[in-house]
């Protein structure tokens, strides 16, 4: 088959990880591949191309809502696919779902499949949650099938009546769960540390995140301080990059914190880092079912999250983690205080995250999902 993924940016995010593995599996299955991205890519993609994949960047394909923009985008990808005709164009992410859809429909593109990475219409503003509702059932309409990386995705998409039950598949995203099962500390984790040759190991929390406003960094740092009195030697290891940083720069320091809360950039090491740390966090206000929390728990690291939908499938409260209120960084807080104070709970978290059952998150199962999905429209 000629596939067609669509992006609206190609950074260093979960949901671009989890397109690129599907095209990874789709390419060696012997399918013809394009990826199409927006203005905003990381350019090491170019640098070093996975081999088999076709990069199409269109420059007026944006993040933020831009009519006009958005008006070139829809007319730039109609032309692409109308001269490629692919059998099957996969868009991912908000506005390239909505725009990428509406021109696929309108180049005669057979087969439009949606990946539900994360529902935009929850947990934002009532304006917000109109537009983004409307917009998603209109596309519903033009799109054949969806893939969603969570049950709790499926349902919030199937509730708000976007798209029938039948056209919802929930297909976990996948990743190399070897890698963190078996992730070592890093070479130099004293130096990241900021630690001496002599020195006790600090309690160690990892929150990997793109360092954008849903992440919500800046709202928990403001309540991380309670954490730093109680426990003056502890590290909050920040892993990633993103639009953000400046604000999450300015706040450690207005907070005085920055001996203990590190950005560190982006990383090609997660594993090692979790693995270095006790626990980890997530505080996400919108996520699909982030791939970062199942790294965690395939590393056997105890996670303290938000509640969120979706993340019930995975994280159970006083078993393999500790799930906060949604808007509840006090709480988040406090649960971290909870898991260095008490070694008998954060041990038995521990050993439960290390029972999770991952393994419909193995990458070979996510691509073998999709490309059923693909063979079902076919047929």
């Not at 000629?2 to 949901?15: D, E, K, P, Q, Y």
């Not at 935009?120 to 109109?130: E, W």
């Amino acid at each position: 088959m000629r596939i067609v993924h669509v992006l609206t940016r190609l950074l260093r995010a979960g949901s671009e990880e989890n397109t690129l593995a599907s095209c990874r599996g789709q390419i060696e299955a012997g399918h013809q591949v394009y990826l199409v991205h927006g203005r905003d890519f990381d350019p090491r993609y170019y640098a070093a191309p996975m081999p088999g994949l076709e990069l199409v960047k269109i420059d007026s394909l944006v993040h933020p809502l831009d009519p006009v923009a958005d008006a070139k985008a829809f007319a730039a990808m109609r032309r692409f696919f109308r001269t490629i005709r692919p059998d099957i164009v996969h868009t991912h992410q908000s506005k390239a779902g909505i725009v990428g859809r509406f021109a696929a429909s309108a180049a005669g593109v057979k087969h439009i499949v949606h990946g539900v990475h994360i529902v935009p219409f929850i947990n934002v503003g009532k304006a917000q949650r109109l537009i983004y509702l409307a917009a998603e059932r209109a596309a519903a309409r033009v799109t054949d099938a969806f893939i969603d990386v969570s049950r709790g995705m499926r349902d919030v998409c199937v509730e708000a009546k976007v798209g029938r039950p039948d056209q919802h598949h929930v297909i976990h995203s996948g990743f190399d769960l070897k890698r963190f099962a078996g992730g070592e500390p890093p070479e130099d984790w004293r130096a990241l540390l900021g630690i001496g040759p002599e020195e006790e190991k600090p309690p160690v929390i990892v929150m990997m995140a793109a360092l954008e406003p849903r992440k919500r960094h800046c709202e928990f740092l403001e309540a991380f301080p309670a954490v730093v009195a109680r426990f003056p030697q502890v590290r909050l290891l920040m892993p990633g990059e993103g639009p953000h940083r400046a604000e999450v720069e300015a706040k450690i320091a207005a907070l005085g914190l920055g001996r203990n809360a590190l950005l560190l950039g982006y990383r090609t090491d997660p594993e090692k880092l979790i693995a270095l740390a006790d626990f980890c966090m997530l505080t996400s206000t919108r996520e699909g079912l982030p791939r970062v929390v199942m790294q965690y728990l395939a590393a056997g690291r105890a996670c303290i999250v938000s509640d969120i939908p979706g993340l019930d499938e995975v994280v159970q409260d006083g078993r393999n983690g500790i799930v906060t209120g949604a808007d509840d960084m006090v709480g988040a807080a406090e649960a971290a205080i909870r898991l260095i104070e008490d070694k008998a709970l954060l041990a038995r978290l521990t050993e439960g995250a290390r029972a999770s059952d991952m393994s419909s998150w193995q990458v070979e199962n996510m691509c073998a999902g999709i490309e059923r999905v693909y063979r079902q429209l076919a047929a």
